[in-house]
């Protein structure tokens, strides 16, 4: 992708807003690791730090993934993007001014949820499900201090998604319900945790926005009601996988589904295109799933 300059508020996030850019007249928010090297001195179009398979823990995804990108070093990388950017800019105040007025979006934990929900993970070993929660919310909030500290002042922030009702975990689980409640159950202790966890952060924080995104209730809301939402199958994985039963990642060189846009998941963890889209539309001005403040109102603020 290009560097084209650009002096509107920036954005950290992935597929999400890739399409809250589209929807606002923004580029594409470029990967980071992806920039030419000579664009990676003026990154004024906001940058995509996001990894695949990645979580909030230093550790998850490791095993899966390789050596994925996680958020200390997703950070880090922040990190080095505010040095070159800041010689772009008059001064300090004018910089800071500059990164105040940018959106971070922060979308993980679903991939520590679904190390914690293997029985055979350190991570199930040493929490219950109350207290991997409150561990992995306190690590959230450690990492967006440092966010703050280096210049980060809007905040939008997904809780985690019905990890229960992932066609991986359905396929291997087989529960009799249309989704595996257990793992459900322990996600919602994170997600009514984090609005808690976010109000202290603003309360502790001067200047600070904090937003909270409810992907969980969206993801309810179109189990629940499909066809409101255009979606006709909310069970299956649109791509083939690896083992050919739902429960392992894409075959490569596979084509997809026919009908992707018209199916909740793509692959066996992650929501096709059209249901990122549909998150960007009802956050943008639904109070019931982006709050206290929608997008539309924290990108103005």
Do not use: W
Not at 155 to 161: H, I, R, Y
């Amino acid at each position: 992708m290009g560097c084209d300059e650009l002096g509107n508020p920036s954005f950290m996030g992935c597929f999400d807003f890739d399409n809250a850019a589209q929807i606002n007249g923004l580029p594409y928010p470029p990967p980071y690791l992806g920039i030419k090297t000579e664009c990676k001195a003026m990154p004024k179009t906001g940058v995509n730090f996001a990894s695949g398979s990645c979580g909030i823990l230093p550790d998850t995804g490791n095993g899966s993934a390789g050596n994925c990108l996680n958020f200390d070093k997703q950070i880090q990388l922040f990190k080095e993007v505010t040095k070159r950017l800041r010689r772009q800019f008059r001064n300090d105040t004018d910089f800071a001014r500059y990164l105040s007025k940018s959106v971070f979006y922060i979308s993980m934990g679903s991939n520590d949820y679904f190390e914690f929900l293997d029985p055979t993970s350190p991570q199930a070993q040493k929490f219950t499900p109350v207290t991997f929660s409150v561990f992995l919310a306190q690590q959230l909030s450690l990492r967006l201090k440092k966010l703050y500290d280096m210049g980060a002042r809007k905040f939008l922030v997904n809780n985690v998604g019905a990890v229960g009702c992932t066609p991986g975990l359905l396929n291997m689980a087989k529960p009799p319900t249309p989704c595996f409640e257990p793992a459900n159950g322990a996600v919602s202790v994170y997600n009514t945790i984090i609005p808690f966890v976010l109000t202290n952060l603003k309360s502790e924080l001067p200047g600070s926005k904090f937003v909270i995104s409810n992907i969980f209730k969206l993801f309810v809301d179109v189990k629940a009601m499909p066809a409101a939402f255009h979606i006709s199958d909310t069970r299956n994985n649109c791509c083939v996988d690896i083992a050919g039963n739902g429960t392992l990642p894409c075959k490569p060189f596979v084509p997809p589904c026919k009908d992707v846009k018209s199916r909740l998941f793509f692959d066996v963890a992650h929501p096709t295109q059209s249901v990122h889209y549909l998150l960007v539309r009802r956050c943008l001005v639904d109070p019931t799933i982006c709050g206290p403040l929608n997008l539309s109102q924290l990108m103005r603020a």
